[in-house]
């Protein structure tokens, strides 16, 4: 399998499939279809500056997050999850506009890896 | 019919977390049987009443309610659980001072492998079961007094109500944990980790060998000790003396 990837870390996807292509492709298209979902909920929680939800959010998308080893956003997820009530609100736009960029990055490595390889 | 596997029942609300635990299951456990997977509290209820599984894998917070929530839904637990939570959810602390078992997403292996372990070596289901309803039960009482410390032992598990914790001295990798009744109990945790169980509930670490129950303190002049009883007095740190006044003030305002 091609592997260009320039965000995403596939190395525990790997681990999981065992050769198993077909698990890969799951993973691949469940990322692919629950991350934009979640994108939009989060643009609207900033819109309307709904903390509560965008921990929540944030919180529900960590675990995908490492296992497809976008290392980048680990520690700006960890400190939205535990300073979200506190933070001043232009570092809580900053820091989920970075969450959002990134994420759209590792969006597009996903269709590519798709594209490559079924 | 597969009645040797061991009978498991995965309720989360993360379809990757759903997929990733029954492919781990499947793939490294040939021994456990994911009987079905429920992706909310209310299924999750549907599905052990329906299915009577042996383990259950349960995740803390879901859209619908906690984990724990649906636990206190049900009139009998006969069935084992292993709590999925993330690093930074609260209920870490709930779930350890409960000695629960619990695994971090997204799951790891290892401590997959670990958790399955210690599960197939309990065979008597008794004592996880009662240290999850004393979870139950801590969590619906307002008085964290009254609350139940359990700690993992060699001689099995010790529960103890907070309200007979004096103080705890830690040496090296072990406590003693001093009770009101006069006796003490040696435990395997270090006074850190008692630290980070014990902080939120009226207990103060005063020293670096030290930690105290507020509920205790008989008598403190802003010296250098501080009296726990009539024969009990321990010593507060330099350093810690200006931040335990504040905190012994707080506590007393707010008591």
């Given at each position: 399998m091609h592997w260009n990837t320039k965000i995403i870390n596939p190395q525990?996807?790997?681990?999981?499939?065992?050769?198993?292509?077909?698990?890969?492709?799951?993973?691949?298209?469940q990322f692919q279809e629950l991350i934009p979902q979640r994108i939009d909920s989060l643009k609207e929680n900033l819109k309307v500056e709904d903390r509560k939800g965008i921990r929540q959010l944030?919180?529900?998308m960590s675990p995908q997050i490492q296992f497809f080893g976008i290392m980048d956003l680990v520690k700006p997820i960890r400190q939205l999850e535990l300073d979200y009530e506190t933070m001043p609100i232009e570092e809580l736009n900053t820091l989920v506009e970075t969450v959002i960029i990134k994420l759209n990055l590792a969006i597009n490595d996903v269709n590519s890896v798709i594209k490559e390889n079924f | 019919m597969n009645f040797d596997?061991?009978?498991c029942l995965i309720i989360d609300d993360d379809p990757f977390i759903l997929e990733l635990l029954q492919d781990k299951l499947d793939q490294y456990f040939p021994d456990i049987i994911v009987l079905s997977t429920a992706s909310s509290g209310k299924e999750g209820l549907q599905k052990i009443k329906e299915l009577n599984p042996e383990l259950l894998f349960l995740d803390v917070e879901m859209a619908d309610m906690t984990g724990f929530e649906m636990l206190s839904q049900l009139s009998d637990i006969n069935f084992q659980t292993i709590f999925i939570t993330s690093y930074s959810h609260y209920a870490i602390k709930?779930?350890?001072?409960?000695?629960?078992?619990?695994?971090?997403?997204?799951?790891?292996?290892?401590?997959?492998?670990k958790a399955?372990?210690?599960f197939k070596t309990q065979t008597n289901t008794r004592p996880q079961q009662e240290n999850l309803s004393l979870a139950l039960k801590n969590m619906a009482n307002k008085n964290?007094?009254?609350?139940?410390?359990?700690?993992?032992?060699?001689?099995g598990d010790l529960r103890l109500a907070l309200?007979?914790?004096?103080?705890?001295e830690g040496d090296r990798n072990y406590s003693y944990i001093y009770l009101k009744n006069g006796t003490k109990k040696l435990v395997t945790k270090t006074l850190i980790e008692l630290e980070e169980l014990l902080d939120s509930k009226g207990f103060y670490r005063c020293h670096k060998s030290h930690i105290?129950?507020?509920?205790?303190?008989?008598?403190?002049?802003?010296?250098?000790?501080?009296?726990?009883?009539?024969?009990?007095?321990?010593?507060?740190?330099?350093?810690?003396?200006?931040?335990?006044?504040?905190?012994?003030?707080s506590y007393q305002d707010s008591n």
């Amino acid at each position: 399998m091609h592997w260009n990837t320039k965000i995403i870390n596939p190395q525990d996807l790997i681990n999981i499939a065992r050769g198993d292509h077909k698990i890969i492709y799951k993973y691949l298209i469940q990322f692919q279809e629950l991350i934009p979902q979640r994108i939009d909920s989060l643009k609207e929680n900033l819109k309307v500056e709904d903390r509560k939800g965008i921990r929540q959010l944030l919180h529900q998308m960590s675990p995908q997050i490492q296992f497809f080893g976008i290392m980048d956003l680990v520690k700006p997820i960890r400190q939205l999850e535990l300073d979200y009530e506190t933070m001043p609100i232009e570092e809580l736009n900053t820091l989920v506009e970075t969450v959002i960029i990134k994420l759209n990055l590792a969006i597009n490595d996903v269709n590519s890896v798709i594209k490559e390889n079924f | 019919m597969n009645f040797d596997k061991i009978r498991c029942l995965i309720i989360d609300d993360d379809p990757f977390i759903l997929e990733l635990l029954q492919d781990k299951l499947d793939q490294y456990f040939p021994d456990i049987i994911v009987l079905s997977t429920a992706s909310s509290g209310k299924e999750g209820l549907q599905k052990i009443k329906e299915l009577n599984p042996e383990l259950l894998f349960l995740d803390v917070e879901m859209a619908d309610m906690t984990g724990f929530e649906m636990l206190s839904q049900l009139s009998d637990i006969n069935f084992q659980t292993i709590f999925i939570t993330s690093y930074s959810h609260y209920a870490i602390k709930a779930i350890r001072f409960n000695a629960l078992d619990y695994l971090l997403k997204p799951i790891d292996l290892g401590e997959l492998k670990k958790a399955i372990k210690r599960f197939k070596t309990q065979t008597n289901t008794r004592p996880q079961q009662e240290n999850l309803s004393l979870a139950l039960k801590n969590m619906a009482n307002k008085n964290v007094s009254n609350h139940m410390l359990i700690l993992k032992t060699q001689d099995g598990d010790l529960r103890l109500a907070l309200k007979d914790i004096i103080h705890i001295e830690g040496d090296r990798n072990y406590s003693y944990i001093y009770l009101k009744n006069g006796t003490k109990k040696l435990v395997t945790k270090t006074l850190i980790e008692l630290e980070e169980l014990l902080d939120s509930k009226g207990f103060y670490r005063c020293h670096k060998s030290h930690i105290l129950n507020a509920e205790h303190i008989t008598t403190y002049t802003n010296g250098n000790l501080v009296q726990l009883s009539e024969t009990i007095s321990i010593p507060v740190s330099r350093r810690k003396k200006k931040p335990f006044i504040k905190w012994f003030q707080s506590y007393q305002d707010s008591n």
